[in-house]
């Protein structure tokens, strides 16, 4: 029997045509489900696996994969227990120890033993928990204006959040974005997406508490949105100077949170790729 996409369905479906031509979708097993990956690049480029923040989707990185798939095998992930092509089926997703457990078994079955990991907000706390976890597997760590890692968020923000928490509506969730991202112009079809996820049913974000940075010892790439509502960008670069000595800290002029990684990518393809290697 056939069903009728949902509207989230088509969005996912049209920004997923963005991507370049060759890029491949792969449904990787793993206990706690299979895991939506987008994969572009020559296949004997350096593994690089991108996280993105919550209900953005893999795709989000759609305007950096060109750049970065010259030299990298690029890995997009859809996250467990968001919105988008990534299923919880088997091992019930509990808390941040099945976060890093499921990123465990989505490296092993894509064969990488080791990677570069990058992540956005979200997506940035959890690269930030795994190359904890498993140091020998990260080559070296890019974090996208990361939140709950060097600094709570700002109460106005959860304010702001908080009727699309409550009662998600795709009009709410573009309301919040349209306030963070003080009305910059977005791409159309992502926006939509975005605010489609909230109101995608079974949607399971775990959280948990900051992971002690200080003690990653990889190389580490900061980037921080200069005009982030989710904190004080200043602040965050102090602090994650402090901390990371050895680390790279850049605030990106004129950025927004949820205006990354999409949003005028050039400056952030050209930091991560010179970091990169």
């Not at 049209?14 to 299979?34: C, F, H, K, Q, S």
């Not at 919105?83 to 091992?91: L, N, S």
């Not at 760590?141 to 600094?151: I, R, S």
Request: net charge positive.
């Amino acid at each position: 029997m056939s069903t009728t996409p949902s509207a989230f369905d088509r969005a996912y479906e049209e920004l997923r045509a963005r991507w370049p031509e060759a890029t491949e979708e792969r449904d990787v097993a793993t206990p706690y489900g299979p895991t939506r990956v987008h994969v572009h690049g020559p296949a004997d480029g350096s593994p690089l696996v991108l996280l993105p923040g919550g209900s953005a989707t893999g795709l989000v990185w759609f305007a950096n994969a060109p750049a970065l798939g010259r030299r990298h095998r690029v890995h997009a992930v859809d996250l467990l227990g968001d919105a988008g092509r990534t299923e919880r089926r088997g091992t019930p997703l509990k808390g941040a120890d099945d976060l890093t457990a499921w990123l465990d078994a989505l490296l092993d079955g894509l064969g990488l033993a080791r990677t570069h990991l990058c992540g956005h907000s979200y997506g940035a706390w959890l690269a930030a928990r795994y190359a904890l976890h498993a140091p020998q597997r990260v080559d070296r760590l890019a974090l996208v204006d990361p939140t709950q890692v060097f600094a709570g968020f700002r109460p106005g923000y959860l304010l702001r959040a908080l009727p699309s928490v409550i009662r998600p509506s795709e009009a709410r969730a573009r309301a919040f974005l349209s306030w963070e991202t003080a009305g910059r112009p977005l791409d159309e079809t992502w926006q939509r997406l975005y605010a489609l996820a909230a109101t995608v049913p079974g949607r399971k974000l775990i959280v948990g508490g900051r992971p002690r940075v200080a003690g990653l010892r990889m190389p580490v790439l900061v980037l921080l949105a200069e005009h982030s509502r989710t904190h004080d960008a200043a602040k965050v670069a102090e602090q994650a100077r402090r901390v990371l000595p050895q680390g790279e800290v850049t605030v990106l002029p004129g950025a927004t949170h949820h205006s990354l990684p999409l949003a005028e990518p050039g400056e952030l393809n050209d930091r991560l790729t010179r970091f990169l290697g």
